[in-house]
């Protein structure tokens, strides 16, 4: 299955994607090492869920009387860790939009190739065959598949339609201005194209990732830069910018300003 991407053995590149709001986006790609460093902050903190786990129901099953009894309770048991080593990552994922203890301190998130958010149903297909990418032992499946393919996807992402990238924070420049002249905002000659490709963006970043929310603001204001005066093109490059300008269009709208 691994050879369905595979290239070269080399490092993980940059993945491209092309959003509907007409901007191509790119994400560094997290690599063998970075994922080691998230699963073995999971593995720690999974462990001493675990291990509460385990010592109370050997507690239950030292009360209890009887072989049929106990025997229940070691399957309830095992039954309760499988549950536990498959919840826990599928249950952070899902809640936390991609991330689990382990990624968010490595700042790493779980995706979708086509650049969105992982679903639900992606986040259970990756981690149920983790147990497959476990095997042997210490992910020996799945680190062979990540190296053999450039996404460094392993047999659960390859299987989910998800990879996992690095998640850095985009930092506005500090010299921005809060907002331009009213002005400016007011003779903006933002054309049909344009303030479409920015209602498109405030309509969807409700589902995205903070980074992913500011690089795509970030691209857009710099995609628009040619239509907007200098004093405003910092500005725009920011939700808040974007925010403006949709503003600002839908006002000259209004008032039969545009074409």
């Known amino acids: 299955m691994c050879g369905a991407a595979v290239s070269t053995m080399s490092a993980p590149d940059a993945f491209s994607v092309p959003t509907?709001?007409?901007?191509?986006?790119?994400?560094?790609?997290?690599n063998l090492g970075s994922r080691f460093t998230a699963i073995l902050l999971d593995s720690i903190v999974g462990g001493l869920i675990g291990f509460v786990v385990l010592i109370a129901g050997l507690a239950v099953a030292r009360e209890l009387r009887g072989r049929v009894l106990e025997t229940w309770v070691t399957a309830g048991l095992l039954l309760a860790m499988f549950l536990l080593y498959w919840g826990y990552f599928s249950i952070f994922e899902i809640a936390w939009r991609g991330q689990t203890p382990g990624k968010r301190a490595a700042r790493?998130?779980?995706?979708?190739?086509?650049?969105?958010?992982?679903?639900?149903?992606?986040?259970?297909?990756?981690?149920?065959?983790?147990?497959?990418?476990a095997l042997p032992g210490v992910y020996a499946v799945g680190a062979v598949c990540m190296?053999?393919?450039?996404?460094?996807?392993r047999l659960g992402d390859l299987a989910a339609g998800t990879l996992v990238v690095h998640e850095g924070e985009t930092?506005?420049?500090?010299?921005?201005?809060?907002?331009?002249?009213?002005?400016?905002?007011?003779?903006?000659?933002?054309?049909?194209?344009?303030?479409?490709?920015?209602?498109?963006?405030?309509?969807?970043?409700?589902?995205?990732?903070?980074?992913?929310?500011?690089?795509?603001?970030?691209?857009?204001?710099?995609?628009?830069?040619?239509?907007?005066p200098p004093e405003a093109r910092e500005w725009a490059q920011s939700e808040a910018g974007l925010e403006g300008l949709a503003a600002a269009g839908r006002a000259a709208v209004g008032g039969g300003r545009r074409a």
């Open 171 to 228: 930092a506005l420049p500090p010299s921005l201005p809060a907002a331009p002249p009213a002005a400016i905002a007011a003779a903006i000659g933002l054309t049909p194209e344009d303030l479409q490709l920015i209602e498109t963006f405030l309509h969807r970043r409700g589902g995205m990732p903070a980074g992913l929310r500011a690089a795509t603001a970030e691209k857009i204001g710099a995609r628009l830069a040619e239509h907007l």
């Open 108 to 133: 790493l998130r779980v995706m979708s190739v086509d650049g969105r958010p992982a679903t639900v149903g992606q986040v259970l297909i990756r981690n149920l065959l983790r147990l497959v990418d």
């Open 147 to 153: 190296l053999l393919n450039r996404r460094a996807q």
């Open 20 to 30: 509907p709001e007409q901007v191509e986006l790119e994400f560094p790609v997290a």
